[in-house]
Structure formats: structure tokens, C-alpha cells
């Protein structure tokens, strides 16, 4: 969302409320948010205050928030919530560069979107068209999914469903299953698959990396 141009109508959907509370401060009250972000220290007591804030939403105001929100994620062990991150060289400098990153331009490219939380088939349905695209990134089912933890192959069938009924265009990225394989299979659907090394490490070297596969899959060729 944020790398391509913007266009007339752009829906971003997640069903983590966290997140759609970010969105809306980041929109409404983008520098009493940026003033916040700008005096954090990568600090592992701020990250436990944050996560707190995180896990309690329901006790905090909005801008509270969503400054939680962003230092759990992105002072989380490889930007996951739930640990706090850190390294032996470089660390607190890459979150230096995400604070300076973090720039009113964000907040206006949210002039003209929708944000929605709800179930991922259910705004494919609500929005598809023969003009729309869709670009799906779930929880990868069969993996550690981290704060999405729960997203089912029954889950991912549901939003399958919908994919494959669209007028639209789609892109999916996900790992390789038996589920995406008999969709593929009986829809005629288009696959490319990547290779990409791991690079999670809290040491100043990262030891032989491990590799994961992940697939690109869609309903038009892929380049």
C-alpha cells in the first residue's frame, strides 16, 4: 500500500482493531503521534509498557494507543509482537531510521482510504468488480503465525472462495500447502514460487541462514 501510486477508490483491511486505531490516529493526529514516537528509547521497559498498552486497549486513549502499536512492532524481534529486539551492532540506529521515516506524508496517504475490520472474503465480496485488484497476505497457515495466531485452513478455504469467485484481479502471498495446491489445480490458477533465506538473529553474525519458500499466486500471469 504504501510503495504504489494511489488510485481512486483503496480499502486496507485487517482484523487486528490495534491496527485500525494506528491508522486513524496516524490520519487524525499524526504529530501529537510522530512527538511521542520522536522521544522513545529502544528500550526493553518501554517495549513491556507498550505490549501492556497492546494487550489492553480498552484502558488507554487512542493515541496511546497507537504509539504502542508501533513500538511493539517495530522494536519487536523481527517486527513480530511479542519480544523485544535487539543486536550487538546496529539495531537502535535502524530504529533511529524508522522514527526519521516516520513522516507526515504517511498521514497524507490515508486521505482517500478505507479502513476496514472484518473478515478478509467478506471485503473481497463487498468491493470486487471487474476493475478491482486485491492484493491478500493472511496468516500463513501451518506456521507460526505469531499475534494472528487461530487463522484456520478452514479460514484460509473461506477466503480462497473468495478469491477464485472475484471479477477482479488478485494476488496472493502465502507458503506452499495442499490446500493452495487443489486450488490451483482446479482453478486454473497462476503460481510463482520464491526462495528467500531467513535473516532473524540477535548476534552481531547470523549463522548459516535457514530458507523459506514462499508463493505468489493469482488469477492472471505472472511476470
Avoid at 2 to 22: A, H, L, R, Y
Avoid at 29 to 37: A, S, T, W
Avoid at 151 to 173: I, N, Q
Avoid at 204 to 213: D, E, F, N, V
Wanted: charged content about 30%; glycine content about 4%.
Amino acid at each position: 500500500f504504501w510503495s504504489k501510486p494511489p488510485v481512486k477508490c483503496e480499502v486496507i483491511n485487517d482484523v487486528n482493531g490495534n491496527i485500525t486505531n494506528f491508522y486513524e490516529v496516524l490520519k487524525h493526529d499524526f504529530f501529537n503521534l510522530r512527538e511521542k514516537i520522536e522521544v522513545t528509547l529502544h528500550s526493553r521497559e518501554t517495549y513491556k509498557q507498550a505490549l501492556v498498552i497492546y494487550k489492553l486497549p480498552h484502558l488507554f486513549d487512542r493515541t496511546i494507543r497507537a504509539w504502542a502499536f508501533w513500538v511493539v512492532t517495530n522494536q519487536g524481534f523481527s517486527c513480530k509482537i511479542g519480544n523485544w529486539g535487539y543486536d550487538r551492532e546496529k539495531r537502535a540506529h535502524t530504529i533511529a531510521n524508522k522514527v526519521e521515516a516516520f513522516k507526515e506524508e504517511l498521514a497524507d496517504r490515508l486521505r482517500n482510504a478505507q479502513v476496514e475490520c472484518n473478515e478478509a472474503s467478506k471485503v473481497i465480496m463487498s468491493r470486487d468488480s471487474d476493475d478491482t485488484f486485491v492484493y491478500a497476505d493472511p496468516p500463513y497457515i501451518d506456521s507460526n503465525q505469531g499475534h494472528y495466531g487461530g487463522y484456520t485452513h478452514e479460514h484460509f478455504r473461506r477466503d480462497l472462495d473468495a478469491l477464485v469467485s472475484m471479477k477482479g484481479k488478485f494476488l496472493l502471498s502465502t507458503y506452499p500447502s495442499e490446500v493452495l495446491n487443489e486450488y490451483i489445480d482446479k482453478y486454473g490458477l497462476y503460481t510463482r514460487a520464491i526462495d528467500k533465506p531467513l535473516s532473524v538473529g540477535n548476534g552481531s553474525k547470523i549463522k548459516k541462514r535457514k530458507r523459506k519458500t514462499e508463493v505468489l499466486t493469482s488469477n492472471y500471469p505472472i511476470i
